[in-house]
Nanobody, 115 residues
Framework: QVQLVESGGGLVQPGGSLRLSCAAS????????MAWYRRVPGKSRDLVAR???????IYGDSVKGRFTISRDDAENTLHLQMNSLKPEDTAVYYC?????????WGQGTQVTVSS
């Protein structure tokens, strides 16, 4: 069973930065795509950024120019660098990986942007 473990969440002031990490239990090369999603209570889980095996990285409109998704192949880890954070970025952030018809999720990490 694939395991995805997120880390790096926390409390940060508006304008600050955080770096999330997602450690995968298997080689990141085995996944068709890896991504970060986020969920605000009472709302659906929204795509933040996607890192496909082939093609360009994709970002949600609200994070373009502020967030960067990257992958450390040697460490089997997906990262999300979040800069210029806003209060509306407050959410639980989830790591996701897809392989063939299977979708895997991490347990989530809380990000709170508040002064």
């Amino acid at each position: 069973q694939v395991q995805l473990v997120e880390s790096g969440g926390g409390l940060v002031q508006p304008g600050g930065s955080l770096r999330l990490s997602c450690a995968a239990s298997e080689s990141v090369f085995s996944f068709n795509t890896m991504a970060w999603y986020r969920r605000v209570p009472g709302k659906s889980r929204d795509l933040v950024a996607r890192f496909p095996r082939w093609g360009s990285r994709i970002y949600g409109d609200s994070v373009k120019g502020r967030f960067t998704i990257s992958r450390d192949d040697a460490e089997n880890t997906l990262h999300l660098q979040m800069n210029s954070l806003k209060p509306e970025d407050t959410a639980v952030y989830y790591c996701q990986a897809e392989r063939d018809t299977s979708v895997y999720w991490g347990q989530g990490t809380q990000v709170t942007v508040s002064s």
